[in-house]
């Protein structure tokens, strides 16, 4: 008798007599998945391996290089950096490993290694968007009028991140759900696809503390950001040039809101839906678009929270024609004698905290203008 072959939740099945065998992805390819979707996604992930290890080392080694820019409202941009490159570096290169193989042969091990850090990592990644839009609302609305947001503060924040992002990935390792095969078989992710209720709990848990949460402190203090910019900008809307900054400062927020929802959005909306509905048919090709979709925030955001900055800008091309002291002169010429000075602060890299003077209210004290840590960059 002929088998009889079914296709169930997009994975196929091939049923002989009264069994099912399902394909084992540990021990070869798909027989529903022609091979040249492998080779397709060994050199998507081999491109995006390459590019962000790449971006992101640089965002690292010239924050390292140059003094002026390791300031403690550029912690968390640094920190994005590392997880974004530990996520590639691990995750991408695992990736790129099985799906130039076709299937997933590093095994099991490997499997709950690649979803853990992957997820860990990307998770850290998320939350320091988060709380980097928090301190750039903390520094130019001072919510707390006589806090300064300073070294202490930029830790507690890294503190928070990989602690709370640890917290909340950790557990399928122990049993809380688990790490498996994506439905393409070739990487490993949170258990979507289950009908357990304890299962369900933690993606419920997961989707809520790890996605819901950071975008709405994300939208909350760019919201209440952009509040303060235009609140200021209306008062000083006799000067010309008054909102032309404070339109600058508005794409850029938008730009970074619509970078988090264009990553993040499609594999958050792909796993509650599967979590929803666990019986839904997918195609493991169109399964895979949001995961692997997701691995490209590791590209742009250094681009936009790094690259597009004039100081960053100037460090690297600097760093390149191995002339760092005379740029350091140039730069920041009395950092190491006055730590409080708008001098020192030359090496931030927000676009919009450097744009924060521009706006100050007119009942501000002058020497207010720098003690929230916002650099007179243009």
């Not at 903390?138 to 009028?145: D, G, M, N, T």
């Not at 264009?262 to 169109?286: E, K, Q």
């Not at 995961?291 to 490209?296: E, G, L, M, P, R």
Request: some cysteine; hydrophobic content about 45%.
């Amino acid at each position: 008798m002929d088998p009889l072959v079914l296709s169930v939740n997009g994975v196929l099945h091939i049923q002989q007599g009264d069994s099912m065998v399902r394909d084992d992805p540990f021990s070869g390819p798909l027989a529903s998945i022609s091979p040249w979707n492998y080779t397709f996604l060994a050199c998507l992930m081999f491109i995006i391996t390459l590019v962000s290890i790449t971006e992101n080392f640089t965002v690292m080694l010239v924050t390292f290089k140059f003094k002026q820019l390791r300031q403690p409202l550029n912690y968390i941009i640094v920190n994005l950096s590392v997880a974004d490159f530990l996520v590639s570096l691990i995750g991408g290169t695992i990736s790129f490993l099985t799906n130039a193989q076709g299937y997933f042969f590093l095994g099991r091990w490997a499997c709950v290694l690649e979803g853990f850090a992957v997820t860990f990592f990307g998770i850290v990644a998320l939350w320091s968007l988060a709380i980097l839009a928090f301190e750039r609302f903390f520094v130019i609305c001072r919510p707390l009028k006589n806090v300064r947001m300073g070294s202490f503060h930029a830790a507690l924040g890294l503190l928070f991140v990989w602690t709370f992002s640890f917290i909340w990935t950790v557990p399928p390792v122990f049993g809380w759900s688990s790490y498996t095969v994506s439905k393409i078989g070739t990487t490993c992710e949170p258990n979507w696809y289950s009908s357990d209720y304890s299962d369900h709990t933690y993606i419920i848990t997961f989707f809520t503390t790890c996605f819901i949460l950071p975008l709405a402190v994300i939208v909350g203090s760019y919201g209440k950001l952009m509040q303060k910019l235009r609140k200021v900008s209306n008062m000083h809307g006799r000067l010309g040039n008054a909102r032309k900054p404070d339109q600058e400062v508005a794409r850029m927020v938008i730009v970074m809101i619509a970078a988090f929802m264009v990553g993040w959005t499609p594999y958050a909306a792909f796993s509650i839906t599967v979590t929803i509905c666990p019986t839904i048919h997918l195609d493991p090709r169109v399964a895979a678009v949001p995961a692997f979709f997701s691995k490209t925030a590791t590209i742009y955001n250094p681009i936009i929270y790094v690259f597009m900055n004039k100081q960053f800008r100037k460090c690297l091309i600097q760093l390149f024609k191995g002339n760092r002291a005379a740029l350091n002169s140039h730069l920041n010429p009395m950092s190491d004698r006055m730590p409080g000075t708008a001098e020192s602060n030359l090496g931030q890299m927000s676009t919009i905290t450097a744009r924060v003077p521009v706006f100050v209210s007119p009942l501000e004290r002058p020497e207010d203008q720098y003690s929230e840590g916002a650099s007179t960059a243009p």
